[in-house]
């Protein structure tokens, strides 16, 4: 699938926001891309997961993992197209954690799956906690990149596309000496 066609997707179904955003890095920007529009639809987040999945074909997979909210429902639809185990990571107190009894079993091939890649933060954690666990980070995979190319992992990145959104460091941001209110759609909420 092109990528203007999942930017054509992400339009039809509002997922593209314009205002004043911060972003879950902390960052300010004026654009969001809300992937919990465009995934409420299961046809649409099959057809994304099954194209993802494509581009790591080759690679051993035994489980993917997808980091709370945004890459719960990647995760799982991934991890259906490959036909392995799913699971999700949870935030607690601050901290990225296996909880409801999942497991990361030692040498167990895992494919992180995230919604949306900015900073590659939330990845990275739920690389580091697939460490922890003695599990091998086989590729990360994620249907927006917004990076501009600078989220690196060190194993292949699956993309349904990659998006250019200009972000601030909420002390230059312009947006903000506009006077413009800030919204925080994400889902994670500290500051």
């Known amino acids: 699938m ?3 066609k999942v930017l054509e997707i992400f339009k039809e179904n509002g997922a593209l926001l ?3 955003f911060k972003l879950s890095s902390g ?3 004026g654009k969001y891309l809300q992937c919990a529009k465009v995934l409420q639809h299961p046809k649409i987040a099959e ?3 099954k194209e993802l999945a494509k581009q790591l074909k080759g690679i051993e997979v035994d489980v993917v993992v997808g980091p709370a909210m945004g890459g719960v429902t990647v995760g799982y639809e991934l991890a259906r197209a490959l036909g392995v185990r799913g699971i999700f990571t949870e935030r607690v107190d601050g901290v990225v954690q296996l909880r409801r009894g999942f497991e990361i079993k030692p040498g167990e091939r895992c ?3 995230e919604d949306v890649v900015t900073t590659g933060k939330s990845t990275k954690e739920v690389i580091d906690l697939i460490r922890q666990k003695g599990g091998v980070l086989a590729a990360c995979s994620c249907l927006m990149d917004r990076s501009g ?3 690196a992992f060190g194993v292949p990145l699956a993309i ?3 998006v250019e959104v200009t972000t601030y460091d909420e002390k230059d941001c312009p947006l903000c000496k506009q006077g413009i209110p800030v919204e925080k759609p994400g889902s994670r909420k500290e500051v």
């Open 27 to 29: 960052l300010h920007s």
């Open 2 to 4: 092109k990528q203007e």
């Open 149 to 151: 190319g600078k989220a």
């Open 18 to 20: 314009e205002g004043h």
């Open 160 to 162: 349904m596309a990659e």
């Open 111 to 113: 494919v992180v799956a």
């Open 47 to 49: 057809k994304f997961c």
